[in-house]
């Protein structure tokens, strides 16, 4: 796990000595992503440089330094991440007449490149990479981002420098950088508490879509393939479905998932795992526990809330599959010493809170080990989201209602605060009811599972309207068009989730998060073979009677009884909305002063003003809203500072 970065000149001018000193101060600002050594690599007559720094995970010596260059002396690579079957393909080239120097992943990438070409090569890998590779005879840049986006990598033109890298710091150091802030993408994420693909913050700089190749010549054309697609995959899945029953279908899965963690096992430093408790994290560490001859280190993020506290459930799957499992408590003191660094951390605006006890317990793994396994995807791939559940209920139930009944049904929800329908929750054994309420009474007018799945997860409905000089219409966040027929709504909520929640939300919190304490995170429930094979799976072997993970389950009871695993899903949050009625006050009202709005001038202050004191005084649990906002003024301060 590393970062890199790096400069495409059109019309080369720049002398070689400024090159190497651009590169290096880019590469520079990745110091969190490769600790342990950096590299640089220009050719200026062509206007190429590379750099590069080191997170050494497999073959520890110098033989695995890069910026690479391949036998033959053709391409040049920088590259994060892991490609897992790398042994496998290493074997097929020795047979081919190929040679190695080292034992790493990056040679056998640049062999099967040179033995295959770049399209074929990349469809053979099974792992998680950005990629960066330079062909000297064709003269070509490649810019490659994994299948599912688990790997960051950005590209920016600013005049006739193309600038690429891992993270937005290492732009933001080049000399031409152009720092525009783009208020459509602000909207954007305002809606999202994150920024989707291809929008970044700036209006100049992009980011590499998942399963893409950007091809780039040296005067400046452009390619942009595909050399995998999600909607392929899910296609030809609901097309041709898994044939066999549940017991052959939980056979595969356990097989296809034993494979998955396996190979993400490999490792030349110290490796653990995420675990939570609950049904993802508990499959990955039960099966990585079948694999290991020693017990297998644990970490687990605790709350002294009890309604937020996975803790002890974590502890008690921990002690039945008996590994070293390590636990950290969080408190408010935690959190106050952790919100200053969040939008040094996430290098454009991010607001999904649940960053901060994901930064927190990739800190204390670090303390301990190199590389962590973490269940994230099982939710996308397996319909564990409430929504996934209830939301073909919800279209059955209204789908005669004409449009007054419906209306007449969301002014009912919404005739109470959400605060006294808590309290009625509450003697119920619900957990905050009210604003789940107000949000399902938001989607009853939505026309389509689309629209509804955009309502659901939009926090400021309205979000454009706060964003002062923004420019045009907001584009959906997927067209009708590009949305497959499933026959079922679950469905097509879970491949919206896996084409924007995901990548945008989870997976950038999940790299920012460990890199930033210099941590390699790995998710075996993405191998995307273990996803095409979810995606042959009816819905009925992926929830049912209100169950979710059903095949998921049915994998790890195997290993970890039921009893430890079936209770309400918790999620991975965090008790925002008290912090910030409480210790995170002082801060929020800082950056949310009226004045300060004003002199920014990206949003239009009372709106904003008055969400907040509805906050303050509880009379609304506007946590999301509010964040989203503090989080971006926390990033523009940084960035003016």
Request: glycine share 8%; charged share 25%.
């Amino acid at each position: 796990m590393c970062g890199l970065t790096g400069s495409l000149e059109f019309e080369p001018a720049t002398p070689p000595e400024t090159l190497h000193r651009q590169i290096r101060a880019m590469a520079e600002r990745l110091r969190h992503r490769g600790p342990d050594s950096d590299g640089q690599w220009i050719d200026a007559s062509a206007g190429i440089a590379l750099g590069f720094r080191r997170l050494a995970i497999i073959d520890l010596s110098p033989a695995g330094a890069q910026p690479m260059t391949s036998n033959g002396g053709r391409f040049v690579i920088a590259y994060n991440g892991e490609v897992y079957n790398f042994p496998e393909l290493r074997r097929d080239l020795l047979a081919r007449g190929h040679k190695f120097d080292g034992h790493s992943d990056t040679e056998v990438i640049l062999a099967s490149i040179v033995e295959w070409g770049v399209a074929q090569a990349v469809g053979r890998f099974v792992g998680m990479f950005a990629i960066a590779l330079w062909d000297k005879v064709d003269r070509s840049l490649y810019l490659i981002r994994d299948r599912l986006g688990i790997k960051p990598l950005y590209h920016g033109q600013f005049g006739r420098h193309l600038v690429f890298a891992s993270e937005l710091h290492a732009i933001r150091a080049h000399p031409d950088f152009d720092g525009a802030i783009d208020r459509s993408a602000l909207a954007l994420y305002l809606k999202r508490n994150c920024i989707p693909a291809p929008q970044t913050i700036y209006s100049k700089v992009r980011k590499l879509q998942p399963g893409h190749i950007l091809k780039i010549g040296v005067d400046g054309e452009s390619e942009l393939s595909a050399f995998w697609s999600l909607q392929d995959v899910a296609n030809a899945g609901q097309e041709q479905p898994f044939a066999g029953d549940e017991v052959e279908a939980r056979a595969e899965l356990e097989r296809l998932l034993l494979e998955a963690v396996r190979c993400r096992m490999v490792a030349d430093v110290p490796l653990g795992v995420f675990l939570s408790g609950g049904v993802d994290s508990s499959t990955v560490v039960a099966l990585m526990q079948t694999q290991s001859a020693r017990p297998v280190k644990t970490f687990s993020i605790g709350f002294a809330d009890a309604g937020y506290n996975e803790a002890k459930d974590a502890k008690a799957v921990a002690r039945h599959l008996g590994t070293d499992h390590h636990e950290y408590y969080l408190s408010e003191a935690d959190a106050l010493e952790v919100v200053p660094k969040l939008a040094t951390i996430y290098d454009e605006p991010f607001a999904d809170s649940s960053q901060i006890p994901t930064y927190l317990v990739s800190k204390m793994a670090r303390q301990h080990v190199t590389v962590a396994l973490s269940g994230d995807g099982g939710d996308e791939m397996f319909a564990g989201y409430n929504r996934h559940i209830w939301v073909d209920r919800v279209i059955g139930a209204t789908r005669w209602m004409p449009w007054f009944v419906k209306a007449s049904g969301a002014a009912l929800m919404t005739a109470l605060p959400p605060h006294q329908w808590d309290r009625f929750g509450a003697l119920l054994g619900q957990r905050n009811p009210g604003d789940k309420l107000y949000k399902l009474a938001s989607v009853l007018h939505a026309r389509d599972t689309r629209q509804m799945y955009e309502g659901l997860v939009t926090q400021w409905p309205r979000a454009e309207t706060l964003v002062l000089a923004r420019p045009g219409d907001l584009p959906p966040m997927a067209e009708p068009e590009s949305v497959p027929e499933f026959g079922d709504a679950p469905h097509s909520m879970m491949y919206l989730d896996a084409m924007t929640y995901l990548p945008d939300d989870i997976l950038t919190k999940v790299d920012r998060a460990s890199m930033a304490v210099s941590l390699e995170a790995r998710v075996p429930l993405l191998d995307h073979r273990v996803v095409a094979f979810a995606w042959s799976l009816p819905l009925s072997m992926k929830r049912a009677e209100g169950v979710s993970k059903r095949l998921l389950r049915q994998v790890l009871y195997r290993h970890v009884p039921p009893e430890l695993i079936d209770r309400p899903k918790m999620g991975f949050a965090v008790p925002i909305h008290d912090w910030l009625r409480g210790s995170l006050r002082d801060w929020a009202e800082h950056l949310l002063s009226p004045a300060r709005l004003v002199d920014d001038g990206f949003f239009d202050p009372a709106p904003i003003r008055k969400t907040w004191e509805q906050h303050l005084t509880g009379r609304r649990n506007w946590q999301h809203q509010v964040w989203s906002i503090l989080m971006f003024q926390s990033w523009l301060e940084e960035q003016s500072s």
